[in-house]
């Protein structure tokens, strides 16, 4: 009895151990701090992290992302084959072979299959400065067939148009006046499928990115043990181990920064009155979209809380901005205060509008820690920023209006 009670004992144990661990995970919501802790479920309509012993669900929609704990993609190994899906998936594959109508790829030590309708192009070799202008000219233009690309020499492609069939490690099979020709993979940039207009695919609910640099658009992703398995908007299937799995980004469709939108309005006042034309002062003291005044990357805070960011609006005093929403946003978050080069200058008053309501308004000095902002959006048709003079001149008068988004 007491060896079977050893042996059950010893049985649990190896059990336990090759149980696969829960990864863990960063969660970044579209507002709020975000949430580090161990990924327990992840499905179409939320993920759900267990960290500090209780378990919090985040809906898909309010996520920015979720960053697995292992740092970013490594990017390409050498010999791997760029394929780009006809849903905006990109797939670095270590391996793509075609036979009957089936492409099969590698990518993370798994294999992958969809039909060759579900391929937009094939690239075998690395990208080049010299090559890369003239490829996407030729994967963007209007092609009857099948397309074949040369590279006749280090700073020239070339193309012929007929059929593609099955491609191996070696050779591609391709059909020209009726006649099937063995072309060596080897002297080809690529290949390019027919792709007749299908319509337009639904939006993904976000864009997975693993470890090799593959990008997939999906339109279902399921968290089973120690894989994620997930379909792209445009019907590939796809089971990748989570120690494979860099990021998961949810923000597509739901995130707009201000820097990548039109101002309907852009208003810039001198401190001192002047006669210089209003073209030229907008040069000097207009807004700068993801770069300071300076040049440099958004930054704010100052020593060890220094925090530096890539995307935002560096607005000088005093500037009054306008931008018209054209959907729905529910909010609108961002990380504001004085250019973090500018310790101890600056004062200045952020006031903003929603419509003709003020929704926030901060008097903010050089000497202050960065302020968040997150504020409600709902029914929002215009959206006002206005950066004024403070207790002094326009001295320094330089806020940063870090990550600046809004969110639907």
């Given at each position: ?82 394929v ?31 039909e ?28 009857a067939g ?6 006749p020499?280090?700073?020239?492609l ?13 050779v ?159 909010r ?10 500018l ?15 003020e ?11 960065p302020?968040p ?22 001295v ?13």
């Open positions: 009895m007491v060896e079977d009670m050893s042996i059950k004992a010893l049985l649990l144990a190896l059990m336990l151990l090759q149980a696969p661990a829960a990864p863990s995970v960063t969660v970044e919501p579209l507002s709020g701090p975000a949430v580090t802790g161990t990924l327990v479920a992840l499905d179409g309509q939320q993920a759900v992290v267990e960290s500090d012993g209780r378990s919090q669900a985040f809906p898909l929609r309010d996520l920015q992302s979720v960053v697995m704990g292992r740092g970013p993609a490594g990017g390409a190994a050498p010999g791997s084959a760029s780009q899906l006809v849903d905006g998936s990109r797939v670095v594959a270590s391996s793509y072979t075609v036979r009957n109508g089936t492409a099969t790829m590698r990518v993370c030590d798994r294999g992958v299959e969809t060759t309708r579900n391929v937009q192009w094939v690239r075998f070799k690395p990208a080049s400065a010299a090559i890369d202008p003239q490829w996407q000219e030729i994967v963007t233009s209007k092609n099948d397309v074949l690309v040369f590279r020499s280090d700073t020239s070339d193309q012929l148009e007929g059929l593609l069939h099955d491609v191996d490690t070696e591609v099979e391709f059909e020209l006046d009726q006649q099937r020709i063995p072309v060596k993979r080897a002297k080809l940039e690529g290949i390019i499928y027919f792709a007749p207009d299908k319509g337009e695919l639904p939006a993904p609910i976000g864009t997975v990115h693993d470890v090799a640099g593959s990008s997939w658009k999906v339109k279902s992703i399921q968290l089973q043990d120690d894989a994620l398995r997930l379909v792209t908007v445009g019907g590939t299937s796809c089971v990748l181990p989570v120690s494979a799995v860099a990021r998961l980004d949810f923000s597509s469709g739901n995130v707009t920064y201000l820097s990548d939108l039109d101002f309907e309005l852009v208003e810039c006042t001198p401190f001192i009155e002047s006669r210089i034309p209003h073209q030229r002062i907008l040069q000097l003291y207009g807004p700068r979209r993801n770069v300071s005044f300076r040049g440099t990357k958004l930054a704010v805070g100052e020593g060890n809380d220094l925090r530096q960011y890539d995307r935002g609006l560096a607005i000088h005093s005093r500037s009054l901005l306008v931008f018209r929403l054209t959907e729905d946003y529910r609108f978050s961002a990380v504001a205060g004085v250019d973090g080069q310790r101890g200058w600056g004062s200045l008053e952020l006031v903003i509008f929603g419509d003709d309501t929704l926030f308004r901060k008097t903010l000095s050089g000497n202050d820690p302020v902002v997150d504020l409600d959006l709902t029914g929002v048709r215009r959206l006002k920023i206005l950066v004024d003079f403070g207790r002094t001149s326009d320094a008068d330089q806020l940063n209006l870090c990550d600046a988004r809004i969110i639907k």
